[in-house]
Nanobody, 123 residues
Framework: QVQLVESGGGLVQTGGSLRLSCTAS????????VGWFRQALGKEREFVAA????????DFTDSVKGRFTISRDSAKNLVYLQMNSLRPEDTAVYYC????????????????WGQGTQVTVSS
C-alpha cells in the first residue's frame, strides 16, 4: 500500500522552529519528487517547497525562502521540511505529496498525498 505520513507539526511561538517529516512506504521513494503544500483555514492549498527525486533541485515559494529548507534521505524513505523563523501566517495544515519524475509546484501533478499535520504559530 502506497502511503505518505507526515509528522512533526505542533504549536510554536512566532520566531520558533519546527521540522516536519514525511515518511513514505509502498513505493520506490528514490524515484519520486516530493512536495510540501499547506492549506490555511478558509484558503486554497498552496505550494510551499519541493525536492527532486535525486535531491539536486529544490524550489520554494517566495514567502518561505530563507526560512525553510527541504531535504531528503531516500535510504530511509524520508523527506524533511525544516521551518525556521515561523510567522503566524505560516499556520496551516501541511501536506507532503509525491510524484514520479521531475518536481513541480502544481498540486495536480502529485499522485500520492499524506493526511496532513497541523502547524500553528502563535503571535
Amino acid at each position: 500500500q502506497v502511503q505518505l505520513v507526515e509528522s512533526g507539526g505542533g504549536l510554536v511561538q512566532t520566531g520558533g522552529s519546527l521540522r516536519l517529516s514525511c515518511t513514505a512506504s509502498g513505493l520506490t521513494f528514490s524515484a519520486y519528487a516530493v512536495g510540501w503544500f499547506r492549506q490555511a483555514l478558509g484558503k486554497e492549498r498552496e505550494f510551499v517547497a519541493a525536492v527532486g527525486w535525486d535531491a539536486r533541485y529544490t524550489d520554494f515559494t517566495d514567502s518561505v525562502k530563507g526560512r525553510f529548507t527541504i531535504s531528503r534521505d531516500s535510504a530511509k524513505n524520508l523527506v524533511y521540511l525544516q521551518m525556521n523563523s515561523l510567522r503566524p501566517e505560516d499556520t496551516a495544515v501541511y501536506y507532503c505529496a509525491a510524484r514520479r519524475g521531475a518536481m513541480t509546484t502544481q498540486s495536480a501533478g502529485y499522485s500520492v498525498w499524506g493526511q496532513g499535520t497541523q502547524v500553528t504559530v502563535s503571535s
